[in-house]
């Protein structure tokens, strides 16, 4: 309870985290939603291009109005309230500010944002894993330059996933594999914004209700996000890239030790450290039972006959050989999470993830034959997808 117990003493002692949020849409939202059930965080100023937008999401997520009526980031800082405007500039820049969550989901715009808070010796939470599998690498070379941290963001998949190899390495397990899980099956790579609702599983109600953008949700359907995800994760663990780009091999959470092991043993690995996604559908379509669909994993080797026979012993499941152990989180709460990380990094000196090197690259690959003269519309869209490759 460590943590918990520093955020409450900060807040006895009037000192809070001061936290600024560039980027209100759905992930941000869902961190704002946990902040007044948080002790010693203060979110002195959110800066989103459409203030009053954020304004209404405040509404949505439970936000007294009088909180956000703050006619300045002085005035907020003040008398404990939220400044919301369209300056980033300005809340990047203001001496009253810790750290700065980057949640807006624009790669290059995000860059900017986290350039920017490191000249002015903020540490930053980056949300927008797009601008880590971009340049993450120079982005904590440049925070280290600064002096401060620079992290991936908890509850998203990349950092729980970074998490369970910290506590693998950190007991002394050689990490086999490790990942998240995926709904994929092989044409889902071709899904575009008009088609991404029915592959997903929700109907197009469910989808306007939670305000959800199709573009950004095709993203995660047709490969481009697990691959910048997994991107994300090779570089912040040192984990190996597939050669030909990811397999999502389809297994339940029981299969996984069977399944992450190197083909010669029987599993889909070209050799023992590397990063994959398992897929919850089988090639045929059919639904796995007790799935990793929304959750994260890592599979540790014992090396050892003491080890095998206390994976026994204690009734961990393994692959048949006894050697392979996985541990995982079924489910991952995305912007509900990101305190941890805030607290994190401004309590402990310590980030949830983080670029160490360039192990992985993001190709982008043609959904259908391209016309001449066609302008790639990104990830999630009607043109490519992301497939990842060895940055090699």
């Known amino acids: 309870m460590n943590l918990h117990h520093k955020l409450a003493q900060r807040a006895a002692e009037g000192r809070p985290i001061r936290v600024g949020l560039i980027g209100a849409g759905k992930f941000g939202s869902m961190y704002l939603a946990q902040v007044p059930r948080t002790p010693g965080v203060h979110v002195v100023g959110i800066a989103d291009l459409a203030p009053d937008a954020a304004r209404r999401n405040l509404q949505r997520v439970g936000w007294d109005a009088a909180r956000v009526q703050a006619a300045s980031l002085d005035a907020a800082l003040r008398d404990g309230h939220t400044h919301v405007g369209d300056d980033w500039q300005a809340l990047v820049r203001h001496p009253g500010i810790d750290v700065i969550v980057e949640s807006t989901g ?32 120079l982005l904590a070379r440049r925070a280290a330059a600064a002096g401060v941290l620079y992290s991936l963001a ?17 007991c002394g397990f050689p990490v086999v594999a490790a990942g998240r899980g995926h709904k994929w099956l092989p044409h889902f790579c071709e899904s575009t914004p008009e088609t991404v609702w029915g592959n997903y599983g929700l109907t197009p109600e469910q989808a306007a209700r939670g305000g959800l953008n199709p573009k950004m949700f095709n993203s995660f359907l047709d490969g481009s996000k697990p691959s910048i995800e997994s991107t994300a994760v090779a570089n912040a663990t040192g984990l190996d890239v597939p050669s ?62 003491y080890i095998r026979n206390c994976f026994e012993e204690y009734n961990a499941h393994t692959d048949p050989s006894g050697r392979y152990f996985t541990l995982y989180k079924r489910w991952h709460l995305i912007g509900l999470e990101v305190g941890v ?46 497939k990842l490759l060895p940055a090699a």
């Open 154 to 170: 908890f509850g998203d998949q990349p950092a729980l996933i970074c998490d369970l190899v910290d506590w693998a390495r950190t």
């Open 341 to 386: 990380s805030v607290a994190r990094v401004a309590l402990r000196s310590e980030a949830t993830g983080a670029a160490i090197g360039w192990n992985a690259d993001v190709v982008a690959t043609a959904k259908r034959d391209l016309r001449p003269g066609e302008v790639l519309d990104g990830e999630g869209g009607y043109t490519v997808w992301g």
């Open 244 to 305: 030909t780009g990811l397999l999502y091999p389809p297994a339940s959470v029981a299969d996984i030790p069977f399944v992450t092991r190197p083909r010669s043993e029987g599993g889909v690995l070209e050799k023992k450290g590397m990063v994959e996604v398992i897929s919850s559908l089988e090639a045929d379509g059919r639904t796995i039972p007790y799935d990793i669909r929304m959750g994260v994993w890592v599979t540790v080797e014992g090396e050892t006959e």
């Open 106 to 137: 624009a790669p290059i715009a995000a860059v900017d944002h986290m350039l920017e808070a490191f000249a002015q010796g903020k540490h930053v939470v980056n949300v927008t894993v797009e601008a880590d599998a971009f340049c993450g690498p």
